[in-house]
């Protein structure tokens, strides 16, 4: 069955733990020099309706170690949406390469995508949310799990805006069964449909929700401090409005960390704006994650496009391929 990876609610917590337990073992395998091309010989078309350094780096390198070869297709480069439907281009791409990863403006463009692929469609990102990167940050705090603890335990505070990694980030922590909290101005928290979704998590997973105004209470008990920008792509003329908002009672610095318990752990998904939502002083101290999180990035989406794609390959037996290989020659001879 033709499955694709639109977000973390679509998958069961016993699915997503083998996502993140072959996260573990493919980076295992990187670390010693010995990832299998499990890959080899396949295809990864990667539209990319925005920049990206995280994903498309990510992406690119984890086909590469696989054995596989991937292609970046951004707007001016194809006709998805300009000259052609998103529905012909999903069809046409799909009959060249063996996986889509598509970071979109728009969220509807991936479900689109999705609906006519026949091939699986990874979300790189749209503008509703992430399920890439919060795989990544689970096993980040997996490898930075406090000492006793285990998932179901971790205590995870989001603070700043609503953006589509807290939404994701909320609903893979809840769907869990760990302790999210998100602490951000009463305008810029999560909305009611998001609060619906996290509270229906918890009561399947046993996790919990926290949305507050108050950010040192937030942190209070977090094994997890995770922030982001204040603004996006779009939001330029709300930046005084935001900035006035959120500083400096929710910038993550030292003194908001200080209230935090002493193995706190600050994750950010980057870019990051520095001297805005965190201090250079937290981002870079010895608390932070951030570039851990980064690297594990690349792991991550290893363990997808092997989850996803491995699968579906034609392994041809060496008797096979011996056979048309002697074919091919003997024409070319003739």
């Given at each position: 069955m033709l499955r694709h990876f639109i977000q973390t609610q679509d998958f069961s917590k016993?699915?997503?733990?083998?996502?993140?337990?072959?996260?573990?073992?493919?980076?295992?395998?990187?670390?010693?020099?010995?990832?299998?091309?499990?890959l080899a010989g396949a295809s990864l078309g990667m539209i990319f309706e925005e920049p990206s350094t995280r994903?498309?780096?990510?992406?690119?390198?984890?086909?590469t170690k696989l054995g596989g070869h991937a292609l970046y297709l951004r707007p001016g480069e194809i006709h998805m949406g300009e000259r052609?439907?998103?529905?012909?281009?999903?069809?046409?791409?799909?009959?060249?390469?063996?996986?889509?990863e598509a970071r979109t403006l728009k969220h509807q463009t991936v479900l689109d995508l999705a609906k006519y692929a026949t091939v699986p469609v990874l979300n790189g990102l749209t503008d509703y949310n992430h399920p890439t990167q919060v795989v990544c940050d689970v096993f980040t705090m997996i490898e930075h799990a406090p000492k006793g603890k285990k998932l179901e335990d971790f205590n995870v505070t989001f603070v700043g805006d609503a953006t589509n990694v807290c939404t994701s980030l909320m609903m893979i922590c809840t769907h869990l069964g760990m302790s999210f909290t998100h602490a951000a101005p009463k305008k810029y928290q999560l909305w009611d449909e998001m609060r619906k979704?996290?509270?229906?998590?918890?009561?399947?997973s046993g996790g919990s929700l926290t949305i507050t105004d108050d950010p040192a209470a937030a942190v209070s008990n977090a094994d997890f401090i995770y922030t982001d920008l204040w603004w996006w792509v779009g939001q330029e003329d709300e930046i005084p409005e935001r900035r006035d908002a959120f500083m400096p009672t929710f910038?993550?610095?030292?003194?908001?960390?200080?209230?935090a318990p002493d193995t706190v752990k600050i994750m950010h998904c980057l870019p990051a704006s520095r001297?805005?939502?965190?201090?250079?002083?937290?981002?870079?101290?010895?608390?932070?994650?951030?570039?851990d999180q980064a690297e594990n990035r690349l792991h991550t989406e290893k363990a997808l496009l092997v989850y996803f794609v491995y699968p579906r390959l034609k392994h041809a037996s060496e008797a096979?391929?011996?056979?048309?290989?002697?074919?091919?020659?003997?024409?070319?001879g003739g």
């Open positions: 016993e699915e997503l733990l083998r996502l993140i337990e072959l996260i573990r073992l493919l980076k295992r395998a990187d670390k010693e020099g010995a990832c299998p091309k499990l994903t498309r780096v990510s992406f690119e390198v984890a086909m052609e439907s998103i529905s012909d281009t999903a069809k046409v791409v799909s009959r060249m390469v063996d996986v889509i979704i996290g509270e229906e998590n918890c009561k399947q910038q993550v610095n030292a003194d908001l960390v200080s209230k001297g805005v939502e965190a201090t250079d002083e937290v981002l870079d101290s010895d608390k932070s994650v951030i570039f096979l391929v011996a056979h048309h290989q002697g074919e091919i020659e003997a024409f070319m």
